[in-house]
């Protein structure tokens, strides 16, 4: 009886735990960056494209992380200009940037064994910072920098792959530092890219 009750427990912790996924495109937008880059180039950010999400949310998905990255780019202070790119935009020494993002997830679940551990350490676990949830992101960005011209100048894939476990102590800091990670991700690789 033990043993099927038990089995119970750790069946509907697994349960539970896929049943919760969130996708987010939050990015910290005011990231301090100590990087330098040659402040003489506009960016013009044409086209941001998420291959891989839910085509009901698509377009909203896509203008909303235009909206964040022109936004990043120009916090970033890094560029002598940033604006959307229109086919009036003409401006001297300025570069058109595509971004693909082939894979975007950022998923939010219970750990595995939360319940489980939980439950046979008397809520023990809980209060010696055990993993309550954990936070996954993988992202594949691939970066297109044209001339105004339309000239191809370079096209860069970049890859970015982390997981951050929460706990009662640190509940905040995931939240915190997802955006600052993928932040600093998409900066560094688009200047990066520039700087080919």
């Not at 005011?30 to 291959?51: A, D, G, H, Q």
């Amino acid at each position: 009886m033990k043993i099927n009750i038990c089995f119970l427990v750790f069946l509907s912790g697994l349960m539970i735990s896929n049943c919760i996924s969130i996708k987010s495109s939050l990015l910290d937008q005011n990231l301090f960056y100590e990087k330098k880059v040659l402040k003489k180039n506009s960016i013009l950010v044409r086209n941001v494209r998420v291959f891989d999400n839910d085509e009901n949310l698509k377009n909203a998905y896509e203008m909303t992380m235009k909206s964040n990255i022109k936004i990043l780019l120009e916090n970033s202070k890094l560029f002598k200009n940033v604006e959307y790119y229109s086919k009036f935009s003409s401006k001297f020494n300025s570069v058109i940037i595509d971004i693909k993002f082939k894979k975007y997830e950022n998923n939010l679940y219970l750990h595995p064994f939360y319940f489980q551990l939980s439950m046979i350490t008397l809520t023990l676990y809980i209060w010696i910072g055990g993993t309550i949830v954990v936070h996954e992101s993988d992202i594949d960005m691939q970066v297109d920098i044209y001339d105004t011209k339309y000239n191809l100048i370079t096209s860069i894939e970049y890859n970015l792959k982390f997981k951050l476990n929460e706990n009662i102590y640190n509940k905040s800091i995931p939240n915190k530092e997802i955006p600052k990670l993928k932040s600093i991700f998409i900066l560094n690789s688009i200047t990066s890219s520039l700087n080919r």
